[in-house]
């Protein structure tokens, strides 16, 4: 039987120059099935393998970068956060020293006020007291030119003209010492 089988089996196919028998046809077939799963095994898998390794590594750099995106967005808002504080914190210290610096300014204006105040009433004060001592002064030399005359009219009798010339003399006199006043 085995003969018919290979009897069976051995049919040929006459194409042109080439002779093709089944039983080549089947071993041709049995060839490029293991060389397709050999070619799976070898070539195939760890080229998937590697494919899917690196598909996982890149979805994972992407999972990573996301997450430092997110990091670094949750750092600069809270650096910003920072940052407007300590602005706000510069603003209310350079509110502080313009105040401190408007009321050092206040102050020194209003001590100036005062010494000048003062200064003014110390001069209303020697004023006052220069002319007294002017009005004494012009008090006492009248007392001494009235004297003077009235020992003059008393050694001698005056007359109109003379008498009229003493007190020309009493008033230049006076005169004089009011520009010196």
């Known amino acids: 039987m085995a003969n018919i089988i290979l009897g069976a089996i051995d049919v040929s196919i006459k194409?042109?120059?080439?002779?093709?028998?089944?039983?080549?046809?089947?071993?041709?077939?049995?060839?490029?099935?293991?060389l397709v799963v050999a070619l799976t095994f070898l070539l195939y898998k760890p080229i998937l393998k590697f494919i899917n390794k690196r598909k996982d590594t890149i979805e994972s750099n992407i999972k990573k970068g996301e997450e430092l995106q997110k990091d670094a967005n949750e750092k600069l808002a809270k650096y910003q956060t920072k940052l407007d504080e300590a602005e706000a914190e510069a603003d209310k210290i350079k509110q502080?020293?313009?105040?401190?610096?408007?009321?050092?300014k206040q102050k020194m204006i209003d001590e100036a006020n005062v010494k000048a105040r003062e200064i003014y009433d110390e001069a209303g004060r020697q004023s006052t007291e220069?002319?007294?001592?002017?009005?004494?002064?012009?008090?006492?030399?009248?007392?001494?030119?009235?004297?003077?005359?009235?020992?003059?009219?008393?050694?001698r009798e005056i007359s109109k003209d003379d008498n009229q010339k003493l007190i020309d003399d009493c008033l230049d006199k006076w005169s004089a010492d009011d520009d010196v006043i």
Not at 131 to 147: L, N, P
Request: no cysteine; proline share 0%.
């Open 15 to 34: 194409i042109g120059a080439i002779k093709l028998s089944l039983i080549d046809i089947l071993l041709h077939l049995l060839n490029l099935v293991i």
């Open 96 to 104: 502080a020293a313009i105040e401190e610096a408007n009321q050092t």
């Open 130 to 155: 220069i002319k007294q001592k002017a009005v004494e002064d012009v008090r006492s030399e009248v007392t001494d030119a009235v004297i003077t005359i009235a020992t003059e009219v008393i050694k």
